[in-house]
Each structure stands twice: as C-alpha cells, then as structure tokens.
C-alpha cells in the first residue's frame, strides 16, 4: 500500500521508541534507543526509516534483505538477524502482537461519525434518501445507491455502479460499473488475531480495499481490507453470493469465485481463474492464471497456472480420480 491514506485512516505519531512499547514485555537493546523517534508502521520488506515493523519467525526472515525499519519486534533468537541491518531489534515473546499493541498508538481509523471532509456527489447520481453517506465520500457519475446503504468515510464509487440494499462499504476505492449486491460488506477488518502477556487482541488493520472496473459482489459475500497491505480485486472479477475474503488477498482480472468460496488471508488468485462452489484456500497459497479448481475441494498448496485441480486435499484432477477409482475398487471387493 505504501504510505497510509489518510482519507481513512489518521496519523498519530512521531512516538518515541520508549512510549510506544510502555507496558509491554519488550527489551530494548540498549537505553540509547529510547528517544528514537516513529512515524507509522509496515510490513518488513518494504519498511523505511522512521517507521516500526516485525518479524514472525525466521522462515520470513527473507523480509529483511530489503527492510529499512528503524526498529523490528523480534524474538531473541533472530535478534542478530534484524541488527545485521542496522535495525533496532525490540525483543519479545509475541512480535506479531506487540506490533498490533502499537500499532493500535499509531493510527486511528475514521468511522462513520467523522465529519472532516466534503462529500462529492455527482448531479447525475442516484442516492437513495435512507441511504448513510460518511464524510469525504466522492460518488460519480449515474452511480445508483439503494435504500439503508451505508458508504463509509473517503469512499470513492466509480461511475455506472450499482450498490444493492443494505450493502456496507467502508476504507474501499470502487470502479467503474461495478455491481453490488444487496448485503455485501466491503472492506471490514479481516480475522488477524495475536496473544500477549495482556490477553488476546484483534491486529488492527490499516489497508484498504481497491476494486477494478465491472466487478461483481453477490449478496451477502465479505471482502476484507488489507491489514498492512491492501485486498485488489481486478477488472472484470465476479464473485458470487456468500463468499468471504480475507485480508490482503489479489485477485487477478476475470477470476471467477462461485457461491460459499472461502479464501484465507494473503492468497494471490491469478487472472481467469475459477473456483468452483464452496471451495476453500488456505492461507498465502497460490493460483496462477487459468487455474481451475472443483467445487468442494480444499486447496493447501500452490496451484501451477492452467491445471485444473480437486478434492480434499485438492490435487491435480487426474491424480484425484485415479484414487477415487481406487477407493470404489477396494470398497467393491471389500464386500465380496
């Protein structure tokens, strides 16, 4: 995403390194750190100085080849791994929660009660009089708004789109004839959760939802917004009713994802894929382009561009046939 958008989101900061991490179980390296000052937070690889960030395990350390953090949460034993490029590294039991524990210092989400910013609202828009419109929404050209809709604070719908009854969109720029269907909710915060030494949290999530040209929601589907980064959906993608999204998710151009599709956190789903019903995608897998995967399979590994995968787990087509054949084979002679 880059730096915050601050048609969502505030800005609290420059912290000190000192207040930031105040009644959190984390060792400085060294007093003299202490007075350092921080901006924002962000993802490791792509962080700059004057900002904060963490490292989850040493499986990720590859992050840190492009990090320029001013200080990363890290546990003890990949300490040596964050110094080794002059970042301050903060020790702690729970980097991914500490993270969120400041996180939650450092920016403010603007809710619908914001009144900072003029809405625009083209002439030739249709916006229904039950319909609840945050501040600093920018709405385009024969953009239809349904009774009892609620756009949320920054919002900008692109010309020609349709949003459905009921439908709740918040921190999302949407465009052009776009179609959403009634009860879709757009751009709420995605299922991130961490523990530390002060119980459980939620991550606070500060990206946002960024939907291309003639996209289609059904009804009742869940797109989150990015937690750091942001959920994109691209040019031409349909998605079906009860479909749920998570944080950080790419979808390429043309996808299309049937009824009850459940895609995790971070998964890439390449252009021109299809997922058939009720299929479900573990976290940061995946999909290269063409893809095809069956209703009903569970997908746990990558997906090579153009093969057509099925099953639980879901495996290339073939493979999974041949080992239904030979289930119903054994099953058959079982009973002889």
């Given at each position: 995403m880059g730096m915050l958008d601050t048609r969502f989101y505030k800005a609290n900061g420059p912290f000190s390194l000192s207040d930031l991490i105040d009644g959190l179980d984390v060792e400085l390296p060294h007093e003299k750190f202490a007075d350092e000052l921080i901006h924002s937070g962000s993802m490791l690889s792509v962080s700059v100085p004057g900002q904060i960030s963490f490292l989850g395990s040493k499986r990720h350390k590859s992050q840190v080849d492009t990090a320029r953090a001013t200080a990363c949460f890290v546990q003890k034993n990949n300490a040596e791994i964050v110094g080794n490029k002059h970042?301050?590294?903060?020790?702690?039991?729970t980097p991914k929660a500490h993270f969120g524990r400041v996180m939650k210092k450092l920016v403010s989400p603007?809710?619908?009660h914001s009144t900072k910013g003029a809405s625009t609202i083209a002439q030739s828009a249709s916006v229904h009089a039950t319909a609840v419109l945050g501040a600093g929404v920018i709405i385009e050209e024969n953009v239809v708004i349904s009774p009892y809709a609620v756009i949320g604070p920054g919002v900008q719908i692109g010309a020609g789109t349709f949003i459905g009854p009921h439908v709740h969109i918040e921190y999302t720029i949407v465009g052009q004839d776009c179609k959403i269907k009634s009860n879709a909710i757009i751009g709420g915060a995605g299922f991130g959760v961490a523990t530390d030494e002060?119980?459980?949290?939620?991550?606070?999530?500060?990206?946002r939802v960024i939907m291309g040209d003639n996209v289609t929601i059904g009804s009742q589907?869940?797109?989150?917004?990015?937690?750091?980064?942001?959920?994109?959906?691209?040019d031409g993608v349909k998605i079906d009713n009860l479909v749920q999204i998570g944080h950080n998710v790419k979808i390429g151009?043309?996808?299309?994802?049937?009824?009850?599709?459940g895609v995790a956190g971070s998964c890439v789903i390449g252009k021109g894929v299809q997922l058939g019903g009720a299929v479900g995608l573990a976290d940061h897998i995946t999909i290269g382009d063409g893809a095809f995967v069956a209703a009903r399979s569970g997908v746990m590994h990558d997906i090579p561009a153009g093969e057509t995968w099925s099953g639980l787990p879901a495996m290339p087509i073939r493979q999974h046939m041949r080992m239904v054949s030979a289930t119903r084979k054994l099953s058959q002679s079982s009973k002889k």
């Amino acid at each position: 995403m880059g730096m915050l958008d601050t048609r969502f989101y505030k800005a609290n900061g420059p912290f000190s390194l000192s207040d930031l991490i105040d009644g959190l179980d984390v060792e400085l390296p060294h007093e003299k750190f202490a007075d350092e000052l921080i901006h924002s937070g962000s993802m490791l690889s792509v962080s700059v100085p004057g900002q904060i960030s963490f490292l989850g395990s040493k499986r990720h350390k590859s992050q840190v080849d492009t990090a320029r953090a001013t200080a990363c949460f890290v546990q003890k034993n990949n300490a040596e791994i964050v110094g080794n490029k002059h970042i301050i590294p903060l020790i702690s039991k729970t980097p991914k929660a500490h993270f969120g524990r400041v996180m939650k210092k450092l920016v403010s989400p603007l809710y619908l009660h914001s009144t900072k910013g003029a809405s625009t609202i083209a002439q030739s828009a249709s916006v229904h009089a039950t319909a609840v419109l945050g501040a600093g929404v920018i709405i385009e050209e024969n953009v239809v708004i349904s009774p009892y809709a609620v756009i949320g604070p920054g919002v900008q719908i692109g010309a020609g789109t349709f949003i459905g009854p009921h439908v709740h969109i918040e921190y999302t720029i949407v465009g052009q004839d776009c179609k959403i269907k009634s009860n879709a909710i757009i751009g709420g915060a995605g299922f991130g959760v961490a523990t530390d030494e002060n119980g459980i949290m939620d991550i606070p999530h500060i990206g946002r939802v960024i939907m291309g040209d003639n996209v289609t929601i059904g009804s009742q589907t869940s797109i989150d917004r990015g937690q750091l980064d942001d959920t994109e959906l691209g040019d031409g993608v349909k998605i079906d009713n009860l479909v749920q999204i998570g944080h950080n998710v790419k979808i390429g151009a043309n996808a299309v994802l049937a009824g009850q599709v459940g895609v995790a956190g971070s998964c890439v789903i390449g252009k021109g894929v299809q997922l058939g019903g009720a299929v479900g995608l573990a976290d940061h897998i995946t999909i290269g382009d063409g893809a095809f995967v069956a209703a009903r399979s569970g997908v746990m590994h990558d997906i090579p561009a153009g093969e057509t995968w099925s099953g639980l787990p879901a495996m290339p087509i073939r493979q999974h046939m041949r080992m239904v054949s030979a289930t119903r084979k054994l099953s058959q002679s079982s009973k002889k």
